[in-house]
């Protein structure tokens, strides 16, 4: 295949991402607790599978979107990217952070195995790939946070498979 042929791939494979991230819809409220989770009105989490049309993808990816409350501004989204993506090469078993606001707060995306991607100390338009093979089927948990400064806010655990 030629190289024009190439990139114009790349390029509608990129387009198709944004879509899809951009389609999202539907949103909830974390409850509050002392250990970092939520306070009700400070930070709404929307999910949707990387098309936009389901919660979590048939290979056990899931995407969460965070949106401020204050104006509703989209300040990224976590994912937990299960299997491998060739736009934009993506590998699989990955936890992404990625941060689209230059609010000042950074994203991060937190696995239950300690694993942590993390935009703190970049300017907005940021993302961070975070990889290593994990066992095949099995399940963990997946959050996502917004952290500036020691001021952390986190949604509730999600459960993603490998």
Not at 95 to 102: E, R
Not at 133 to 144: A, F, I, Q
Request: with cysteine; aromatic share 4%; proline share 5%.
């Amino acid at each position: 295949m030629s190289s024009i042929h190439k990139r114009i791939g790349a390029v509608l494979g990129s387009s198709a991402l944004f879509v899809g991230v951009a389609l999202t819809a539907g949103a909830g409220t974390a409850v509050a607790d002392e250990t970092g989770d939520l306070a009700p009105d400070s930070l709404s989490v929307s999910k949707s599978g990387i098309a936009g049309v389901t919660a979590k993808a048939w290979d056990g990816s899931l995407t969460l979107h965070l949106s401020s409350p204050q104006d509703g501004h989209n300040m990224g989204f976590v994912r937990w990217n299960a299997d491998p993506q060739p736009a934009p090469d993506i590998p699989g078993d990955s936890l992404i952070a990625k941060d689209i606001s230059p609010d000042g707060w950074a994203v991060e995306a937190e696995l239950s195995t300690g694993r942590i991607a993390s935009t703190r100390g970049h300017k907005a338009i940021y993302m961070k790939v975070v990889s290593g093979n994990l066992p095949e089927g099995n399940s963990y948990k997946m959050r996502g946070c917004v952290v500036k400064g020691s001021e952390r806010k986190c949604t509730s655990w999600h459960t993603v498979r490998a």
